[in-house]
């Protein structure tokens, strides 16, 4: 039968792609759906055009306000328009050479476009097509969050969804000005990116700070350095009411300390975390437990409450304490394949999973927060040490940011790294990769780091347990 897979997979994000693509290498047959475009949020909407316009923006800034005394200010002319039409042609060369021709050259794997909806345990329903699958993977992913606000659904709003190619909301010209309700990572990423190309940027945000989760030096240093490039940033606000003034004007009221308080911009950008699509594909049909958010309920193998049915990515949420980032998609992706198609039994391990936000300066982190290593029981050591004490950050006058790190007091194991810095996203790579081996306090003192670079900043942050890190040699000796 023509449509029959060995996998049918909901979805055609990098989760879907993995488990397709690993899939065909054992040798079986594999089909992802897609309701909009190939590829998924990633390449089309997410990491890869947000990357691309975030670094277009820091040329700008920095040519701007160099750090140098010495260099002349300049301002750098841009077209929006024209850095819209590189970024859809970066996105599209990508998706054509990491996607689209994966699935061409591969006689093993199809494509059905529409929405696709389970029927039974073993048949999707897709566009006009009905097909069959021994094993299902759920990857559908997530999509933006509407909160419910009084009058939003009567203006016009953007969501993340702003860097799509072709679709509805795509951005195409740069606003005077832009109210980004919530401070999560998305809203900082692009909250920065626009107000260095010249857009007025208000955030309102209901916590006390932004990144409420993550550790509070790293709020507090990123506030610090959001807010010294004129980004307005307003905390315990809570949006209580959004109103169209004019074709060019949202008004935002939100409340502050028991008063209300009005915000005007251009545009409003709604970035309030992101929410599983599972409501309508089905699984309450074929009875596939999800969590009180509507996450797909997993076991450690990724397999649901139903046998042949496995969920990964972004639409698995926190279950197996993951993350909603491409990498764990893709490799948990590869997981299935073989947990489904080959009786492979292998667990998911999301102890150690490194993550950035592309703000500058970046953030990056990995294991856990003081506050939770002290929640689960342990005898916690921080040390935490401002750029400034790294050379490299000195040298270079990039010393806003810190360094956290956090270890088991009784075995002195670093249980948690926190940066802000830039290239953090790198560095944390050191953090990440000792994690995996239990590396103690002692391996990153021990450990020779090149002279003079920020991930020197980590060995610093380790000694100043035994001594104070400002009175170091050149190279934190
Ligand atoms: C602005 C932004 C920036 C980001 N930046 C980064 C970053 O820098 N690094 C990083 O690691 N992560 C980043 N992410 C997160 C990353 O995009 C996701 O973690 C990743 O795309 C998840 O992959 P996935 O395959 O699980 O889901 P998705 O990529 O979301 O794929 C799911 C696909 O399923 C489709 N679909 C849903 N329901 C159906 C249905 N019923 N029928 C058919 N198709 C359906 C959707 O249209 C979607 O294309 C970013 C996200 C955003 C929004």
């Known amino acids: 039968m023509e449509n029959k897979f060995d996998l ?51 040329i700008v800034w920095e040519s701007a306000h160099p750090r140098y005394k010495g260099l002349t200010p300049a301002k750098m002319n841009f077209d929006f328009g024209e850095l819209n039409a590189q970024k859809q042609e970066v996105v599209r060369s990508y998706r054509d050479k990491k996607y689209q021709s994966l699935v061409y050259e591969e006689d093993k794997i199809k494509v059905f476009e529409g929405k696709a909806e389970l029927l039974d345990a073993h048949t999707v329903r897709v566009g006009g097509s009905i097909l069959s699958g021994d094993q299902i993977l759920v990857a559908t992913g997530t999509r933006p969050t509407i909160p419910k606000i009084e009058g939003l659904d009567q203006v016009s709003y953007l969501t993340s969804d702003l860097l799509t190619t072709g679709e509805i909301q795509e951005l195409k010209e740069l606003p005077e000005s832009m109210i980004i309700i919530g401070a999560g990572y998305i809203a900082l990423e692009l909250g920065q990116m626009f107000q260095r190309f010249g857009t007025r940027v208000t955030i309102v945000e209901r916590s006390q700070v932004i990144l409420p989760t993550y550790e509070p030096e790293v709020s507090d240093a990123l506030t610090f350095a959001l807010r010294q490039e004129g980004l307005k940033i307003v905390t315990e606000a809570q949006v209580i009411r ?85 990498p764990v998609g893709a ?61 490299r950050a000195g040298a270079t006058h990039q010393t806003n940011g810190i360094a956290k790190i956090v270890i088991d007091r009784d075995t002195q194991e670093v249980k948690g790294v926190s940066l802000v810095m830039p290239n953090a996203g790198e560095v944390i790579h050191e953090a990440a990769m000792a994690m995996r081996f239990h590396a103690k306090l002692e391996d990153y003192i021990d450990m020779i780091h090149v002279y003079p670079t920020m991930a020197e900043a980590l060995k610093i942050a380790a000694i100043s347990y035994f001594k104070d890190p400002a009175k170091l040699s050149c190279c934190a000796e």
Request: aromatic share 4%; net charge negative; glycine share 10%.
């Open 242 to 326: 959004v109103a169209q003034k004019s074709d060019n004007e949202i008004e935002v009221t939100a409340r502050i300390g028991g008063k209300e308080q009005a915000f005007t911009a251009q545009k409003l950008l709604v970035a309030t975390g992101r929410e599983p699509n599972t409501n309508d594909i089905g699984l309450d049909k074929v009875g596939v437990q999800v969590d009180e958010r509507g996450y797909v309920k997993v076991n450690d193998e990724l397999q649901t409450n139903i046998p042949n049915i496995w969920a990964a990515g972004d639409v698995i949420g926190s279950q197996t304490n993951s993350q909603p980032a491409t």
């Open 8 to 58: 049918l997979i909901l979805g055609s994000g990098s989760t879907a792609f993995a488990a397709a693509l690993r899939a065909a290498e054992l040798g079986k047959t594999a089909a992802m759906t897609e309701m909009r475009t190939l590829g998924g949020t990633c390449v089309n909407r997410g990491c890869l055009p947000s990357k691309n316009l975030i670094e277009a923006a820091r």
């Open 331 to 391: 490799h948990d992706g590869v997981i299935v394949a073989k947990n489904a198609l080959a009786g492979a039994h292998q667990k998911v391990d999301h102890r150690v999973i490194p993550r950035t936000i592309f703000t500058d300066p970046q953030v990056a982190v990995v294991g856990q927060t003081d506050e939770e290593v002290v929640g689960s029981g342990l005898r916690c050591w921080c040390g935490t040490i401002p750029l400034e004490l790294v050379p």
